[in-house]
C-alpha cells in the first residue's frame, strides 16, 4: 500500500485519538466508492500481506 495513504490516516488518528487510538480498514475511505483501484490495494494490504485483525492500534510498539 502507498506509504502516503498509510501515513496520512495513521497520524491523523494518532493526533486526533492519541497513542492508544484504534484504527480499522474502512478510515482509508469516505462512505463512498470513489476510487475502486485504491480500495483493493488497501484491502490487498491491510487483509492478505498484514493479516491485520479488524481494529488496530496505529502505533504498535
Not at 20 to 47: R, T
Amino acid at each position: 500500500m502507498r506509504a502516503s495513504m498509510r501515513v496520512k490516516v495513521c497520524e491523523a488518528r494518532i493526533a486526533a485519538k492519541g497513542e492508544e487510538a484504534g484504527v480499522s480498514f474502512y478510515a482509508f475511505f469516505a462512505n463512498k466508492n470513489d476510487d475502486p483501484e485504491l480500495l483493493m490495494e488497501v484491502a490487498q494490504w491491510w487483509i492478505m500481506e498484514m493479516k491485520l485483525d479488524h481494529f488496530e492500534k496505529p502505533a504498535k510498539s
